[in-house]
Structure formats: C-alpha cells, structure tokens
Nanobody, 124 residues
Framework: QVQLVESGGGLVQAGGSARLSCAAT????????MGWFRQAPGKEREFVAG????????IYADSAKGRFAISRDNAKNTVDLEMNSLKPEDTAVYFC?????????????????WGQGTQVTVSS
C-alpha cells in the first residue's frame, strides 16, 4: 500500500506561484508513474501533469504547459508540482496519484493510489 499526502495549497493571487508537494509512505514510489490531477467544483477530475519513474518523461495538460512543472525525488519519495502564472481557473483541489502502468497515463482510473487533495484558490 502507498499512502500519499499533498501539501502546499492555499490562497494565491492571480499571476502568482505555488508549489505543491506529495509525500509517499508505506512503499517506495520509485517504480510508479506519478500524476497530478485537479477537480474544481461541479467538474470532473482532470489530468494536470504526469512523470515517469525516473523523471525522464513528463506530460502536461494543455492548460498546464509552459506554466507548471512536475518533478520527483525518488530518494525522498516525493513528487512536486511547481505552478507559475496562476489564473483563477486554476482554482481546484489538487490530487497526487500513483500508477503501476509502464507509461504516463492521463486516465484517473489507471491510478491506484490517491492522496486526499490540497486546495488551491487563485484570486483575481
């Protein structure tokens, strides 16, 4: 079992930055694909960014390209999401997730483990 705990959310002004962290316990995540998803009120959970096991491959949603950066530290069992140039439409609960698939996937149902989420609110 993998337990994931997100941190770093909060209230940010539009144009500002935030860094989310995901700490894993229970098992090493070094051989897991890791992803960040978000869910805004009344909307479905959507893929934001994903990273393969060694950080050599990354995928971003169009809404995140050029503004967000995902990274991982397998020695620390953590995955981070750096978010810049934040917009009010980035307001959502952000979730960290782990998947045993071989390649990065954008599908939530292919992720086996999820954190509780952390709220990011971007004010205009």
């Amino acid at each position: 079992q993998v337990q994931l705990v997100e941190s770093g959310g909060g209230l940010v002004q539009a144009g500002g930055s935030a860094r989310l962290s995901c700490a894993a316990t229970g098992r090493t995540i070094s051989n897991y694909v890791m992803g960040w998803f978000r869910q805004a009120p009344g909307k479905e959970r959507e893929f934001v960014a994903g990273i393969n096991w060694n950080g050599g491959s990354k995928i971003y949603a169009d809404s995140a390209k050029g503004r967000f950066a995902i990274s991982r530290d397998n020695a620390k069992n953590t995955v981070d999401l750096e978010m810049n140039s934040l917009k009010p439409e980035d307001t959502a609960v952000y979730f960290c997730a782990a998947s045993r698939v071989l390649r990065i996937t954008t599908r939530p149902n292919e992720y086996s483990y999820w954190g509780q989420g952390t709220q990011v609110t971007v004010s205009s």
